[in-house]
């Protein structure tokens, strides 16, 4: 995935978005593309994205099988949309002076960083900290100490705010970290609703956007496509429970 990122954050960010939009999409050359040993960067960002498109969920994980059934009859290329797929690699590419694309443990990351001032950080893990997580299943990099990681959030000095998962063993890290959770209903790509927790220090801030934390709709923008629709927040849960 790390390629990815790389090549959208450099010079080679069209080069990326022009293979995209001149794939010729069969499911011949879809499995020729998935089997072939990348030999540059770029070609590993472009395999990963056709990877993530035509697996189920698209899970990167090995094993994970290809889609079946798709819209309309789409089959594999349910989720092929290339003219959105390289603009909006080009949008992001747009801002490449201001990213900088590292790779490293984030724990480290979080708990040895002097963070300056204005910095704000958004922790994505994956979701392995509960009995029925589904992390180990969509991550190769699943294994996670989620207690240094809640520690190390509660260190920082910055603003941050994490997504997890809405399981109690989460809600108990929270807890003892002295921090606060809120309840997001989010909408799969199958449309499979489920509740996940948005993590943080204290949700003052969001008491002024009705938007966010009322009852209304929020898009998790996404790289990837229009499947990813995150809906409605709902209450804050208590813990424990009473
Ligand atoms: C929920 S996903 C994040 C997806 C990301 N926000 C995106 O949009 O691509 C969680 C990711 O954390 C990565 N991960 C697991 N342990 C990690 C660690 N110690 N340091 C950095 N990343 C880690 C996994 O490989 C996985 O890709």
Redesign the pocket.
């Known amino acids: 995935?790390v390629a990815v990122h790389r090549v959208v954050f450099s010079a080679r960010a069209p080069k990326l978005a022009q293979r995209i939009l001149e794939f010729e999409f069969t499911r011949e050359h879809v499995l020729k593309t998935l089997h072939a040993e990348p030999r540059t960067e770029l070609d590993r960002a472009f395999q990963t994205i056709v990877r993530n498109r035509v697996n189920r969920g698209g899970i990167l994980a090995p094993g994970a099988g290809l889609v079946k059934h798709g819209e309309g009859g789409r089959g594999l290329a349910q989720r092929w949309y290339p003219e959105t797929l390289a603009q909006r690699i080009m949008v992001l590419s747009a801002h490449q002076d201001r990213v900088r694309v590292t790779q490293?443990?984030?724990?480290n990351i979080l708990e040895q960083t002097p963070f300056s001032p204005g910095t704000v950080i958004f922790v994505?893990?994956?979701?392995t900290a509960g009995a029925k997580s589904a992390?180990k299943r969509l991550?190769?990099?699943?294994a996670?100490d989620h207690e240094r990681l809640f520690r190390a959030c509660a260190g920082l000095r910055v603003p941050w705010l994490m997504t997890h998962e809405h399981d109690p063993n989460v809600m108990a890290l929270a807890w003892q970290n002295g921090l606060s959770w809120r309840s997001v209903k989010m909408v799969s790509g199958h449309n499979v609703t489920a509740r996940e927790l948005v993590v943080g220090r204290d949700f003052r801030w969001a008491e002024g956007l009705g938007s966010l934390l009322l009852p209304g709709t929020v898009t998790q923008p996404s790289l990837f496509g229009p499947d990813n629709n995150l809906e409605q927040v709902e209450t804050t849960a208590e813990y424990p429970p009473q």
């Open positions: 995935m490293g443990d984030a724990l994505d893990p994956p979701y992390g991550y190769t990099h699943h996670l």
